[in-house]
Nanobody, 127 residues
Framework: QVQLVESGGGLVQAGGSLRLSCAASGRSLSSYNYAWFRQAPGKEREFVGGIGWSGVSGVSTWYADSVKGRFTISRVIAKNTVYLQMDSLEPEDTAVYYC?????????????????WGQGTQVTVSS
């Protein structure tokens, strides 16, 4: 079992930055791959990015095209926390952001591949 708690959401102007945190308890970060998803009003939940064990390359990240180059995912094992650094935010990034964990393979983007979810944190980007 893994419990996930997101924090760090808020209101920011376009072009600004926010850093979301996902505190995990119950198991070590190294046990699972982690991902961030988001859901905007009236839209389906979508994949944002993930971090996990890629085998030969060690721990690595993968991103949706819409955020590549603007968002960065990292983790601190000692704090059992995964981060989502969001830069150059756009109004289209407004959504509830969710942290997810699971034994998904490296590069997984489907919601059904992650068994554990946080409650979400609201990010609002004003124009």
């Amino acid at each position: 079992q893994v419990q996930l708690v997101e924090s760090g959401g808020g209101l920011v102007q376009a072009g600004g930055s926010l850093r979301l945190s996902c505190a995990a308890s119950g198991r070590s970060l190294s046990s699972y791959n982690y991902a961030w998803f988001r859901q905007a009003p009236g839209k389906e939940r979508e994949f944002v990015g993930g971090i996990g064990w890629s085998g030969v390359s060690g721990v690595s990240t993968w991103y949706a095209d819409s955020v590549k180059g603007r968002f960065t995912i990292s983790r601190v094992i000692a704090k059992n926390t995964v981060y989502l650094q969001m830069d150059s935010l756009e109004p289209e990034d407004t959504a509830v952001y969710y942290c997810a964990a699971g034994p998904a393979v490296f590069g997984a983007r489907g919601q059904n591949l992650y068994g554990y979810w946080g409650q979400g944190t609201q990010v609002t980007v004003s124009s």
